[in-house]
Nanobody
Framework: QVQLVESGGGLVQAGGSLRLSCAAS????????LGWFRQAPGKEREFVSA????????YFGDSMKGRFTISRDKAKNMVYLQMNSLKPEDTAVYYC????????????????WGQGTQVTVSS
C-alpha cells in the first residue's frame, strides 16, 4: 500500500522555522519527483517545492525562494522541507506528493498524496 505521511507541522511565530518531513512507503520512489503543496482555507492548492529523484534538481514557488529548502534521503524514502523566515501567509495545510511524469508545478501531475500537516504562523 502506497503511503505518504507528513509530520513536523505546528504553530510558530512569524520569523521562525519549521522542518516538515514526509515518509514514503509502499514502493520504491527512486524515479519519482517528491513535492510539497499547500492549501489555505478558501484558496487553491499551491505549489511549494519539489525535488528530483536524484536530489540534484530542486524547484520552488516564487514566494518560497530564499526561505525554503528541500532535500530527500533516497535510502530512507524521506523528503524534508525546511522552512525559514516564516510569515503569517505561509499558514496552510502542507501536503507531500509524488509524481512520475508531467510538470512538477501542477498538482494534477502528482499521483500520490499524503493527508497533510497543519502549519500555522502567528504574527
Amino acid at each position: 500500500q502506497v503511503q505518504l505521511v507528513e509530520s513536523g507541522g505546528g504553530l510558530v511565530q512569524a520569523g521562525g522555522s519549521l522542518r516538515l518531513s514526509c515518509a514514503a512507503s509502499g514502493w520504491s520512489f527512486s524515479t519519482y519527483v517528491l513535492g510539497w503543496f499547500r492549501q489555505a482555507p478558501g484558496k487553491e492548492r499551491e505549489f511549494v517545492s519539489a525535488v528530483s529523484w536524484s536530489g540534484d534538481s530542486t524547484y520552488f514557488g516564487d514566494s518560497m525562494k530564499g526561505r525554503f529548502t528541500i532535500s530527500r534521503d533516497k535510502a530512507k524514502n524521506m523528503v524534508y522541507l525546511q522552512m525559514n523566515s516564516l510569515k503569517p501567509e505561509d499558514t496552510a495545510v502542507y501536503y507531500c506528493a509524488a509524481r512520475y511524469s508531467g510538470s512538477v508545478y501542477y498538482a494534477s501531475s502528482y499521483e500520490y498524496w499524503g493527508q497533510g500537516t497543519q502549519v500555522t504562523v502567528s504574527s
